[in-house]
């Protein structure tokens, strides 16, 4: 190829970052526009399971996550009320050796920062803060991309990586319908010197009838991931960032375990999100732009891979704008790669969410008969072990 394109990205989040990251290493030039004014971010943890690890590892920044992140050093599954716990395989230190990549709880600011930091270290300038973008027009030889202080950048290829609201999705595609899962989900942080000793170092999901949490180590083990999802219909705000209060939050648990109260009361500002699912897309690439990561695969986080699936297009992306010199035919070997894996995923994903809540886990003969058998290790093996052992680093494009 002469004179590698110019690649747009809307969106400096985990996927629109990533793929920057991965373009400016294989030559291309790369702008990514972010209508937040400011590059922080909110949020609370996430998983990057080995999957994504390998990506991140791949593009230099293993030494920063084995820094930030936290290997639980083991998993375990609470009965919501009495706290019987049973260990389940899988997610924890032993990743390393069965995957050849790492298993960690990660800040979703420090996942950002270290990505931030990257893209500027390689090209100073690429990212531009405050630009809401509006639209664009594909002409067949380029891309016109508007924003809303009136402004316009034109380009080669654009990247549409701008989450679960896309703008780009939608001229692309039409609006795509989110639906309400009946479920909120409560997020925060606990210092850890407020966490029971037996929190500190694992992960751990509680289940319930009508609800889960799920909870581990990040930052370096100074805090505690608190996730909880609760049956409720009066919530249907789609947003991480709404602040909710500590009696609200302790009112959807009551009955839970005083484990569980304790560290609700240690929550500082709990966040509450209204939980929607939309259903994949059936196309992701058109001319010369393409979308990735919640923009074209939005899912419930039951399996942890909203984040990890962004992490691996960025890659992908990258991989076949590289291998093919034509942009559209590489936009869409590009989606040919991703489209079928992410549509599982979002897929399981849902069914995952189900096993979480059951009638079964209201008494304890019943739920230990239910963790035993829906629970069991070569279960989960079976949900996981084709997730974590992909790598986005060989596949093919
Ligand atoms: C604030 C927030 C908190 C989250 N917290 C968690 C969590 O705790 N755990 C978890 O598992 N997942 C969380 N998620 C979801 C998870 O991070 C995503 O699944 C994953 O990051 C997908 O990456 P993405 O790059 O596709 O989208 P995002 O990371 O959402 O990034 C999209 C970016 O595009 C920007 N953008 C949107 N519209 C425009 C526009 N018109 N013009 C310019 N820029 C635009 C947004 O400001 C954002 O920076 C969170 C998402 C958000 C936005």
């Not at 930030?68 to 009965?79: E, K, N």
């Not at 049973?86 to 990549?101: D, K, L, Y």
């Not at 189900?354 to 209201?362: E, G, I, M, Q, V």
């Amino acid at each position: 190829m002469a004179k590698k394109p110019h690649v747009i990205v809307i969106g400096a989040g985990i996927g629109g970052l990533t793929a920057a990251l991965a373009l400016l290493d294989r030559g291309f030039d790369v702008d990514v526009y972010e209508r937040s004014p400011e590059l922080k971010e909110v949020g609370a943890g996430l998983h990057v399971s080995p999957n994504g690890s390998r990506v991140l590892r791949e593009l230099g920044l293993a030494e920063r996550y084995l820094r930030d992140g936290v290997q639980p050093d083991a998993r375990y599954l609470c009965l919501w009320d009495s706290g019987q716990t049973w260990e389940i395989p899988n997610h924890n230190s032993q990743a390393e050796a069965r995957f050849g990549s790492p298993y960690l709880c990660l800040h979703r600011g420090d996942l950002h920062a270290m990505l931030v930091d990257g893209v500027r270290q390689r090209k100073p300038g690429a990212i531009h803060v405050a630009r809401t973008c509006t639209g664009f027009t594909d002409d067949g030889s380029g891309v016109t991309v508007s924003f809303e202080d009136g402004g316009t950048v034109r380009g080669d290829i654009l990247i549409g990586a701008d989450g679960i609201h896309s703008v780009i999705q939608k001229q692309l595609f039409g609006p795509a319908e989110p639906k309400f899962t009946g479920y909120i989900a409560w997020r925060g942080l606990v210092p850890m010197d407020q966490v029971p000793e037996r929190f500190r170092t694992s992960a751990a999901n509680w289940i319930s009838t009508t609800g889960s949490i799920t909870l581990y180590p990040v930052r370096r083990g100074e805090l505690l991931n608190f996730i909880g999802n609760i049956e409720r219909e009066d919530w249907r705000v789609e947003s991480w960032i709404v602040p909710g209060t500590i009696e609200e939050c302790a009112r959807d648990f009551t009955g839970w375990h005083e484990d569980i109260q304790r560290l609700i009361q240690g929550l500082g500002t709990p966040f509450k999100w209204g939980v929607f699912v939309r259903d994949p897309l059936q196309q992701w690439a058109k001319g010369r732009v393409a979308l990735l990561g919640d923009a074209c695969h939005s899912t419930r986080p039951t399996l942890g891979q909203g984040a990890n699936m962004a992490i691996e297009d960025g890659l992908i992306l990258a991989r076949a704008l590289e291998a093919y010199e034509d942009a559209e035919s590489a936009l869409s070997h590009y989606e040919e790669a991703r489209r079928p894996r992410c549509t599982q995923i979002v897929k399981k994903s849902m069914e995952q969410a189900s096993r979480r809540h059951a009638k079964d886990l209201a008494d304890p003969v019943t739920a230990a008969r239910y963790i035993e058998s829906q629970w069991s290790p070569d279960k989960v093996v079976e949900w996981y072990d084709w997730i974590y052992g992909y790598d986005a680093t060989t596949v093919a494009v």
